[in-house]
């Protein structure tokens, strides 16, 4: 039996996700924080590797906000403020680090906050007064004020 | 409905009051759909009810 002996990992050759975006609200920071590793070609992680890598949000509505270009420590990038205003679903993240191979995430949705404001899209119109049997008259024209539960 | 940032709110109820005279109807919370919109369909004000 020889003695024992390390193999280190090779160069870095791409960036790959540990942590994939999961669901999250609009505004909220990613729970669990999203994390990009640093992959040398044969897939070990390069636990030496401080490179920067940088996220963008590259399928989707909206913008990603926050620190998106983040030093790898041991290998690993972890990005732990980052939000999206916008919902939707089908957005999609990519991870780029200079010349290594870039990496794109699972698909994700943002849902909405929680409810904040209302606002009326279409306002009460003017509409003539209709004789009723009583007789009663109606109409649609005064002011009207929107309410919300949840 | 929407939240902070403008996205709409499904799921939640909104109702409808009058300011001034007369009574509404039509005004009973409606669920906002996907997008967050309640829709009030025959809305009325009755003008007589609220000065008799």
Known sequence: ?150 | MQDAYGNGVAVAQVELSLVGSGTLTGGAPVETDAAGLATFAGLSVDLVAASS
């Open chain 1, 1 to 150: 039996m020889s003695d024992s002996f390390e193999i280190t990992p090779a160069a870095a050759a791409a960036v790959a996700f540990v942590q994939q975006p999961t669901t999250v609200a609009a505004g909220t920071a990613f729970d669990p924080a999203v994390s990009v590793s640093v992959r040398d070609a044969y897939g070990n992680l390069v636990t030496s590797a401080t490179d920067s890598v940088t996220l963008q949000l590259t399928a989707g509505t909206g913008s990603l906000l926050g620190t998106t270009t983040v030093a790898a420590s041991d290998g690993i990038a972890t990005f732990t403020a980052l939000t999206i205003e916008v919902a939707g679903t089908g957005k999609q993240l990519t991870a780029t680090s200079g010349v290594l191979a870039s990496a794109v995430s699972d698909s994700f949705a943002v849902t909405a906050a929680s409810a904040a404001a209302l606002a009326f899209v279409q306002q009460p119109t003017t509409t003539a007064a209709v004789l009723r049997s009583a007789p009663r008259w109606r109409s649609a024209c005064r002011t009207l004020t929107a309410t919300a539960s949840l």
